[in-house]
């Protein structure tokens, strides 16, 4: 493609962005207003000009189908030789290329995940602790690493954070450090090492410094809002002197500063480069004008928020809709009906999504869908049937429903929910302990809501029938996701469940940090919808406990134009 050609069917901003090749560059791009589209053009574009030689950019990105997505637009637009990486990866190689030079030998391997090392640390040190502990643990570790504080430190300020059940402070970071040891003793490193060994690295070899910064001249990030305080430090330590940099984002997508996410790099650009150029990609091509009023309305005011705009209008797209259900049976069945209404009608089933907060929540929509001959799938992450809690929970449901239980059957399934780690109240700590957490408490509900009578025997039978029916073929399928895996997806038509206090916010975010995030993953949700968007909450939880409806709500049911329209069911 020449040059006039890549830039012909770019908007007014995106055409800025693309022509502007040269000096620090900020892209706020918000949801469905063709960022990557920009992104994409502007790299093609410096090399259809020769102002790029495609083998000194480097694109970076957060995960591998981004990275990937990247590559393959690029070579579609003619610049096939640009580099198209995640963070790890690009450090990852500059690691293995150098490594042999400084230290000598081979790149010590790789820890493919931290859980197995911490389980042995945790054995050495005689401290008792479960797997969803040392996946807290795990999270611990990353949050230290990103953030670039010494383990020394941590332990200052760890009792700002909430440690995982039945340990202390101490306990974490003497844990930590054994971890820190093994992995010396056995020469590995961890994904954080990675990226803090590259950055040591280039910071102290002027040399290699010299030799990276002389093979990537030109820096593009993508999902910048995304970037941590250990990646922002290596991309200026690859970028030394120079100011070509393209950074592209969105503040109010900022999902991740559980993981070290933060927005500040993004708001602050303008800061750090007083001349730059900053475009705005506000004229959304996604969604229907009354879900980007209902998506404006909810982040009014919010830092670096933007205000969406409809490119066109489309006269078939309804209003938002808010439904209040009686429970989350009821509202998983409601879900259900309206999605057969949409199949009914001629949507294909891959164009529709249920989005909710937690992965335990999928397991009655799944039941209602596949109740109405729907398929459907999950979307990443791992079935709750393939949970290791739910699996052990249904091998000794199975055996107790063989052996006999002398209690009724709720009872029976509660005592050994509790045996595993469920609790009645929530635990407050966010991750591992809380995932456990809601997938018993799902398995519980579902005993609950069982029909008057039911024997153990029954409820297990349907408990296998249910696992049988969450493997179906490769096939056209409603999609069920997180609001954290829908990210970057869209479809036609989004149903999503849940908002309720307790669910969304979730109940772990105190605080105005945390129920502001909880608020963008809101947004996320919201913008994912090209066409219809229903929202909807359930009164009662488990055994009857009233709920509230989301705080969020309020917003988004209210004002004009595009006021969500209500129905108590």
């Not at 030109?218 to 950074?247: H, K």
């Not at 650009?269 to 959304?284: H, S, W």
């Not at 049988?468 to 999503?496: C, F, I, N, R």
Request: charged share 25%; proline share 5%; net charge negative.
């Amino acid at each position: 493609m020449s040059a006039d050609e890549l830039l012909a069917g770019l908007d007014d901003q995106q055409r800025l962005a693309a022509e502007t090749l040269l000096g620090p560059v900020c892209i706020l791009a918000g949801a469905g207003t063709g960022k990557t589209r920009a992104l994409t053009h502007r790299i093609a574009h410096g090399v259809a000009t020769g102002v790029y030689a495609p083998e000194r950019v480097m694109a970076l990105t957060f995960t591998t189908r981004a990275a990937g997505e990247l590559r393959a637009r690029l070579r579609r637009l003619g610049a096939p030789g640009v580099a198209a990486r995640t963070f790890h990866a690009a450090a990852l190689a500059q690691l293995g290329f150098f490594w042999p030079q400084l230290v000598g030998g081979r790149l010590p391997e790789i820890l493919p995940g931290k859980g197995r090392m911490l389980g042995q640390a945790a054995e050495s040190l005689r401290v008792r602790v479960d797997t969803a502990a040392l996946r807290d643990v795990a999270a611990e570790i990353e949050w230290r690493k990103v953030r670039r504080i010494p383990l020394a430190e941590y332990a200052r300020v760890a009792h700002t954070r909430v440690m995982p059940p039945g340990l202390d402070v101490d306990t974490v970071v003497e844990l930590q450090q054994r971890y820190e040891d093994l992995k010396d003793e056995r020469r590995q490193l961890d994904f954080e090492d990675v990226l803090l060994a590259t950055a040591g690295m280039i910071d102290a070899e002027p040399r290699v410094a010299e030799q990276v910064r002389e093979q990537y001249r030109f820096f593009v990030v993508d999902e910048y809002q995304d970037v941590s305080p250990l990646q922002q430090e290596l991309l200026e330590l690859w970028l030394g002197p120079r100011r070509e940099l393209c950074v592209v984002g969105d503040a109010s997508q900022t999902i991740y500063s559980f993981a070290g996410a933060s927005s500040e790099y993004l708001l602050g650009f303008g800061a750090r480069y007083p001349d730059a150029t900053i475009v705005r990609l506000e004229q959304n091509y996604r969604s229907a004008p009354g879900v980007l009023h209902a998506a404006n309305r909810l982040m009014r005011g919010r830092p670096g928020a933007l205000e969406l705009v409809a490119a066109s209008g489309d006269a078939a797209a309804t209003e938002p809709s808010v439904s209040r259900w009686g429970s989350d049976a009821d509202e998983a069945r409601g879900v259900a009906e309206a999605v057969a209404a949409q199949l009914a009608v001629g949507v294909k089933p891959e164009h529709i999504a249920v989005l909710y907060r937690i992965n335990a929540q999928a397991v009655q929509l799944e039941t209602a869908l596949a109740e109405r001959g729907i398929s459907a799938r999950q979307l990443g992450g791992t079935r709750f049937f393939e949970l290791d809690a739910v699996k052990r929970a249904v091998l000794e449901l199975t055996s107790l429903a063989r052996t006999g239980s002398p209690k009724p059957m709720y009872e029976t399934v509660a005592d050994v929910a509790r045996n595993i780690g469920w609790t009645v109240d929530p635990p407050e700590s966010q991750g591992a302990v809380r995932d456990r957490w809601d997938a018993l408490n799902a398995l519980v509900e579902l005993a609950d809501q069982a029909p008057a009578g039911t024997t153990l025997a029954s409820f297990v039978a349907e408990l296998q029938e249910r696992q049988a029916a969450q493997y179906e073929p490769t096939m056209q399928a409603v999609v069920l996701s997180t609001l954290h895996g829908a990210k970057g997806l869209e479809w036609d038509h989004v149903h999503l469940v849940g908002l309720s206090e307790g669910l969304l916010p979730i109940s772990y975010a105190r605080g105005f940090d945390a129920i502001d995030e909880e608020r963008r993953l809101l947004y996320v949700g919201i913008t994912r919808a090209r066409r219809t968007l229903s929202l909807s909450w359930a009164a009662e939880g488990v055994r009857g406990r009233p709920r509230e409806p989301s705080r969020f709500l309020a917003e988004l049911s209210s004002g004009t134009p595009g006021a969500a329209r209500r129905t108590d069911r």
